[in-house]
């Protein structure tokens, strides 16, 4: 079996707000391009945004920037979210947090851990490590149509009905 190279997109932003939503548009283009469902893309939105308002957040008291790679594969794409801001212990912030309980109010529950909540929850695998600073990588796999699409969007099986 040969395994082939991902191809690979970067980019550095500054940890600020305002550039959540250009990641978010990147995001959205690159998934829409390999195939994603509208369900998945706004999954992957949402959970990239969560990635980047964390480090926008928490990383930097001034100042800084965060890097994203998109790894495309055939079968899915990867996300690594890095930044070179302050690092915190991972283990310590989990156990604080506790398991979430559906049964109590909304306003009952502890602030804070709801975005790495559902970033871990909309996507297939996450993994983090912190280092000098944290990298979060997120992948979500891609759920094909059993129906192959051609280019211009119309399935081979239509075009034979026709």
């Not at 959540?20 to 690159?30: K, M, Y």
């Not at 939105?45 to 480090?55: D, H, L, M, P, S």
């Not at 302050?86 to 947090?97: N, T, Y």
């Not at 081979?156 to 026709?162: F, I």
């Amino acid at each position: 079996m040969r395994v082939h190279q991902p191809e690979t997109i970067e980019m550095t932003v500054p940890a600020k707000s305002e550039f959540v939503g250009v990641v978010r548009l990147t995001v959205s283009g690159i998934a829409n391009r390999l195939g994603y469902t509208y369900d998945d893309i706004e999954d992957i939105k949402i959970a990239v945004a969560e990635a980047c308002t964390n480090v926008v957040d928490h990383a930097y008291d001034e100042g800084g920037t965060m890097g994203l790679s998109f790894h495309l594969y055939e079968d899915r794409m990867e996300i690594i979210v890095t930044d070179q801001g302050q690092s915190f212990d991972m283990d310590a912030f989990r156990e604080s947090l506790g398991p979430i309980d559906g049964s109590k109010p909304i306003q009952d529950l502890k602030e804070g851990g709801l975005g790495l909540f559902l970033i871990n929850t909309l996507m297939d695998k996450v993994e983090m490590k912190e280092d000098s600073g944290v990298v979060l990588a997120m992948t979500k796999f891609l759920q094909r149509d059993e129906v192959d699409n051609r280019v211009d969007g119309i399935s081979a099986t239509q075009t034979e009905q026709r």
